[in-house]
């Protein structure tokens, strides 16, 4: 989220990946994927700059995310993923299906 300015002081985050264009007209307007408009007090090189910091710092989460160790399983987990695995086995051990009902 970036957060602007509307004209009359108001403050708002706005999701950057909604934004179809930016244009300076003097006064900055974005224009949103579904053809909202916005009028912001912040020139258009700062609209751009909040956009990149805030796509970078998705992708630095990202990257920490997947460079961080695997978290071990939880206790309910591990009970889970246990039981899990002996109904598996109870259902290769049982052997030939037999219907429920019978065709006459």
């Known amino acids: 989220m970036i957060m602007l300015t509307r ?3 108001a403050t708002f985050a706005l999701n950057p ?3 179809e264009r930016a244009e300076a007209t003097p006064d900055t307007v ?3 994927v579904d053809g909202k408009h916005y009028l912001v007090e912040e020139p ?3 609209v751009i700059e909040r ?3 805030a796509r970078a710092a998705v992708l630095a989460e990202v990257a920490a995310v997947q460079a961080a160790p695997p978290v071990p399983a939880t206790p309910y987990e591990s009970r889970h993923e246990a039981r ?3 109904e598996a086995d109870a259902d290769d051990q049982a ?3 037999i219907p429920m009902r019978r065709n006459p």
């Open 7 to 9: 004209l009359n002081g």
């Open 17 to 19: 990946d909604l934004i």
């Open 30 to 32: 974005i224009t949103l």
């Open 44 to 46: 258009l090189h700062v």
């Open 51 to 53: 956009m990149q910091h």
């Open 84 to 86: 899990r695995s002996a």
């Open 95 to 97: 052997g030939e299906v």
